[in-house]
């Protein structure tokens, strides 16, 4: 689980793809939900299984963005 506080503006996913990529990270959802130009969106990403140096160095990464207003949470998602 990913969660990112960005612009709503085009681009931002197009940013943030290829570090996913290069990091050997499948996205396996994303949501996102537009309000204003002005407001900063939230964007949800949940990840195919991966492990915890790749996501996080991803997340390191997706942080150095202009496009990212805060600091990506990361969180694992537990299968029961």
């Not at 709503?8 to 050997?24: E, F, N, S, T």
């Not at 990403?45 to 915890?52: A, D, E, K, P, R």
Request: proline residues 5%.
């Amino acid at each position: 689980y990913l969660r990112l506080v960005v612009k709503d503006k085009a681009g931002v996913i197009a940013d943030i793809a290829p570090i996913l990529r290069d990091a050997h990270i499948s996205i396996e959802s994303l949501i996102q939900h537009g309000r204003s130009s002005e407001q900063p969106v939230s964007v949800i990403i949940t990840t195919h299984g991966t492990n915890g140096r790749d996501i996080l160095s991803a997340a390191h990464e997706i942080a150095k963005l202009d496009s990212v207003m805060a600091d990506p949470l990361v969180m694992p998602i537990l299968k029961i």
